[in-house]
């Protein structure tokens, strides 16, 4: 571009657009199928395909990345930080079977080794809830971050519970009155 008012290109934009989302993946350590999972955990309701090829073609160059994809990533960078900033020195043991654990608020986190060098991210709270296990992870570091995903992804189910039984029980008792 030679002038300052001169705008990039349609195509221009989008390669530019698409390498930022590519950067911020790489950052997050993410590869679009962990992007989907995450879209779908936050609410997305499109089939995993239709979404995962989106996310493709928008890698790719082939259509211009959404601001709300964008917009997307770089709140999930943001929360890998924060994740990292408030549990990242957590303590973490090794086990006899080569697994990690570490207990982080009311949940005990361990990172168990599988094929391929990948580590499965399991979390279990005191009070036996488990949320849903994340894909594997290919090296051990992301499980951490994953696990304090996954971790935060707990918290919140738990208070959205609570706050359901709340509100039931407050329902019963105006029903009885």
Excluded: C
């Amino acid at each position: 571009m030679t002038d300052a008012d001169d705008f990039p290109s349609a195509k221009e934009n989008a390669a530019v657009l698409a390498e930022a989302l590519r950067d911020d993946l790489a950052e997050l350590g993410w590869t679009p199928a962990a992007l989907m999972d995450r879209m779908r955990s936050l609410g997305d309701y499109r089939k995993p395909q239709t979404i995962l090829r989106g996310i493709n073609r928008a890698l790719e160059g082939e259509i211009k990345v959404s601001g709300e994809l964008l917009a997307l990533v770089r709140q999930m960078l943001r929360f890998k930080r924060r994740l990292l900033r408030t549990y990242g020195d957590v303590a973490w043991t090794q086990l006899g079977d080569g697994s990690y654990t570490a207990q982080v608020e009311d949940f005990t986190i361990t990172l168990v080794p599988q094929t391929n060098a990948r580590w499965l991210v399991n979390l279990v709270h005191k009070g036996g809830f488990s949320p849903s296990w994340p894909r594997w992870q290919d090296t051990l570091e992301a499980a951490k971050h994953m696990a304090f995903i996954t971790l935060d992804n707990g918290q919140n189910k738990l208070l959205e519970y609570a706050e359901e039984q709340t509100r039931e029980t407050a329902e019963k008792q105006g029903s009885v009155d």
